[in-house]
């Protein structure tokens, strides 16, 4: 029994060690799992990047560029050669099985797809091609070039090349033919020297001269010449050949081939960053090759314009061009023009304040005794409020310290000639009536051609009420001029308390009481034909009219108070008056 129970005893030991080593045995086991699952992923990727398919090869040598597996196997072609390349760093044997094959369809796909890029490229130089159909297509296939330039970089400079000098000829010959067919559409007789602001109408003119005005555009109004910065900013571009009998301003033909500039070089700029995978300096550098042959003709055909250029409206609109194509090209964040726009800017700048100076200057020089004594608006003034007014307008919408100060300039030289003017008429009262005229003139042309309050209007405004102030005391004095001054000698007594040499104005303030009842009516009707008669504005002449008879109401109710009892009796009723002052209401 015992031997029996030893054996059972052995025999359960021996089980024992069965199971810790069965155990172990598992534990290794699902370790080695454990470890050929973790490592089944990564070597079934590195395997599946690493082989060579078939499908591969098929694709890089026999499927079209433009068929969209070619572009599939590309990419896998790429990634491949991406990876035996960091293979090889770790020694891997296995990338010298892959390796000649990788090599051969690399040169395949490059050799197909630079001879499709260079026929894209070649089809920008077909006459007529809209650049933007080639374009497109190359950007389909943007993949290509990133190809060429992680693989073959002289290939890839070759390609780079060939579209640099493509599109640099076909810009240049494009914009030179536009520019050069533009130009013809320019009014024929352009403003020189002889159209400054100060020169009598006379100068430059011959017996023999005659003007076409319909071929010479206006140089001091701007009518709807405002419209290049506002509703045709962004018009379509003027077809030279579908506008062959129309003439323009050349601010016109301005904004429409830098508009032209403004949509390609925009495109150009956002196709190289794009298709060629470059930013910022080395963008503007192929941006610079491409457009720089364009941008100098432009810059070399404005020059040509502002040297010769008389016309300051085109001057300032052409700058404002410019302010406001340069904020357009940074709305579609291309900032590869802003040299380009700074050059104009130098150009166009000096030039306009020189011709501006010229105007003021012209001005400044006029002899007053050259012209005809006239009290009615002066050509001079006539061409000084169409040009504020133009000015003026334009700065509303862009401010520019620059021109804000040259007008106050040409302000005040105009209002120097306008006093220097006056002073040719030998009576004060014409000379109020030059003054009255010609600050009306101005006032009213900016009031209808501006919109917000400007320093030219608030200027000759004040200058306007000012003589018209002391006007209605220049016409109403022959008339009642009696009557004003012992009103005013009388008020200054009260105020002092001097009531004895008050009284002694009794007798005199009878007889003018007496004259003023006998004339008062005849001295209305004189005074209105004597202000309309001396100013061609209805209105401004009705206006007049209203302030002298206001004024002389006013002097006749102050007059009331001052007289004594008896001298009192003797006015007329101030309602007879009022009832025939409203006779000469006008209803302009």
Same mark, same amino acid.
């Given at each position: ?16 060690? @069965?199971i810790?080593s069965l155990q172990?045995?598992s534990?290794?086991?699902s370790q080695?799992?454990? *470890?050929?699952?973790? %490592?089944? &992923?990564?070597?079934?990727?590195? !395997? ?10 098929? &694709? ?6 433009t @068929? ?9 072609? *790429?990634?491949?050669i991406?990876?035996v390349?960091e +293979?090889s760093f770790?020694e ?8 000649? !094959? ?11 797809i630079r001879t ?5 490229i070649?089809k920008?130089r077909k006459?007529?091609t809209?650049?933007?159909v080639?374009?497109n ?6 993949f290509? $070039?990133?190809? !060429?330039?992680a693989?073959?970089?002289n290939v890839?400079?070759e390609?780079?090349g060939?579209?640099? =000098?493509?599109?640099?000829?076909i /810009?240049?010959s494009?914009?030179?033919? /536009?520019?050069?067919?533009?130009i013809?559409?320019?009014?024929e007789e352009k ?28 140089? $001091? ?6 419209e290049?910065?506002?509703?045709q ?5 003027i077809?030279p050949h ?8 050349? @601010? ?9 500039l ?23 550098d ?13 810059i ?5 314009f502002v040297?010769?250029c ?8 052409c ?13 579609r964040?291309v ?10 800017t130098? %150009?166009?700048?000096? #030039?306009f304040? /020189?011709v501006?100076?010229l ?14 004594k ?5 050509? %001079? ?14 700065v ?11 007008l106050a300039?040409?302000r005040?030289a105009?209002?120097?000639?306008? $006093?220097?003017?006056?002073?040719i008429f ?10 009255i005229? *010609?600050c =009306?003139l ?6 209808? #051609?501006? +919109? =917000?309050?400007?320093?030219e209007?608030?200027? $000759? ?5 000012t003589?018209s102030?002391e006007?209605?005391?220049?016409v ?5 001029g009696?009557?004003? +001054?012992l009103l ?9 308390g001097?009531?004895d040499?008050?009284?002694r104005?009794e007798?005199?303030?009878l007889?003018?009481?007496q004259?003023?009842t006998?004339?008062w009516?005849?001295a209305?009707?004189?005074?209105y034909?004597e202000v309309?008669r001396?100013?061609?504005?209805l ?7 209203? #302030?002298?008879?206001t004024?002389?109401v006013?002097y006749?109710h102050r007059?009331?108070?001052?007289l004594?009892?008896n001298? #009192?009796?003797?006015l007329?009723? %101030?309602?007879?008056?009022?009832v025939?002052i409203?006779k000469?209401?006008? *209803? /302009?």
């Amino acid at each position: 029994m015992e031997s029996m129970l030893m054996n059972f005893q052995s025999d359960l030991g021996s089980i024992s060690s @069965e199971i810790l080593s069965l155990q172990r045995k598992s534990v290794t086991m699902s370790q080695q799992l454990s *470890n050929r699952q973790l %490592i089944r &992923g990564p070597l079934s990727q590195f !395997i599946e990047d690493m082989t060579v398919s078939e499908t591969l090869i098929a &694709g890089i040598m026999d499927c079209p560029v433009t @068929e969209k597996e070619f572009l599939i196997q590309l990419q896998t072609l *790429n990634h491949k050669i991406n990876f035996v390349k960091e +293979q090889s760093f770790k020694e891997a044997k296995s990338c010298f099985d892959v390796k000649d !094959i990788l090599e051969k369809l690399k040169v395949k796909a490059m050799a197909k797809i630079r001879t499709y890029l260079l026929e894209q490229i070649y089809k920008f130089r077909k006459p007529m091609t809209n650049y933007q159909v080639p374009q497109n297509n190359m950007l389909k296939y943007k993949f290509f $070039f990133e190809f !060429i330039m992680a693989n073959e970089r002289n290939v890839a400079e070759e390609i780079c090349g060939e579209y640099i =000098d493509t599109m640099s000829k076909i /810009y240049y010959s494009y914009f030179k033919s /536009y520019s050069s067919r533009l130009i013809k559409l320019q009014f024929e007789e352009k403003a020189s020297k002889d159209d400054l602001m100060g020169v009598e109408d006379t100068a430059g003119k011959s017996m023999f001269h005659k003007t076409t005005l319909k071929h010479k555009g206006t140089v $001091f109004s701007i009518d709807t010449r405002g419209e290049v910065l506002s509703s045709q900013l962004e018009a379509p571009i003027i077809v030279p050949h579908t506008a062959s009998k129309m003439r323009y301003h050349y @601010e016109a033909l301005f904004r429409s081939e830098q508009y032209a500039l403004v949509d390609n070089a925009c495109r150009e700029y956002l196709f190289l960053t794009e298709f060629f995978k470059v930013r910022n300096m080395q963008a503007l550098d192929i941006f610079n090759q491409v457009m720089g042959k364009t941008l100098n003709l432009m810059i070399k055909n404005l020059q040509s314009f502002v040297d010769d250029c008389y016309d300051t409206i085109a001057l300032f609109l052409c700058w404002h061009l410019v302010m406001r194509y340069q904020l357009t090209c940074h709305k579609r964040a291309v900032p590869a023009l802003d040299k380009h726009w700074e050059t104009l800017t130098a %150009i166009i700048w000096p #030039r306009f304040v /020189y011709v501006f100076q010229l105007n003021i200057k012209s001005i400044q020089m006029c002899d007053p005794i050259k012209f005809n004594k006239e009290t009615g608006p002066h050509y %001079i003034t006539r061409r000084y409020a169409e040009f504020s007014a133009a000015m003026v307008s334009i700065v509303e919408g862009f401010p520019c310290e620059g021109a804000t100060q040259l007008l106050a300039e040409l302000r005040e030289a105009v209002q120097c000639f306008l $006093f220097k003017m006056a002073a040719i008429f030998p009576s004060r009262t014409q000379q109020l009536v030059f003054h009255i005229n *010609n600050c =009306d003139l101005v006032l009213g042309v900016l009031m209808e #051609r501006t +919109q =917000d309050p400007s320093k030219e209007a608030e200027s $000759f405004r004040e200058q306007l009420n000012t003589c018209s102030v002391e006007f209605v005391e220049e016409v109403l004095s022959p008339h009642f001029g009696g009557i004003i +001054q012992l009103l005013k000698e009388s008020e200054v007594l009260l105020e002092k308390g001097q009531t004895d040499d008050l009284k002694r104005q009794e007798g005199k303030a009878l007889a003018l009481v007496q004259s003023f009842t006998n004339n008062w009516k005849r001295a209305l009707e004189e005074i209105y034909r004597e202000v309309l008669r001396s100013f061609p504005s209805l209105v401004l002449g009705g206006i007049l009219v209203q #302030r002298a008879m206001t004024q002389l109401v006013q002097y006749y109710h102050r007059l009331h108070k001052i007289l004594p009892p008896n001298a #009192r009796t003797q006015l007329t009723n %101030i309602h007879h008056i009022m009832v025939e002052i409203k006779k000469y209401k006008t *209803n /302009y």
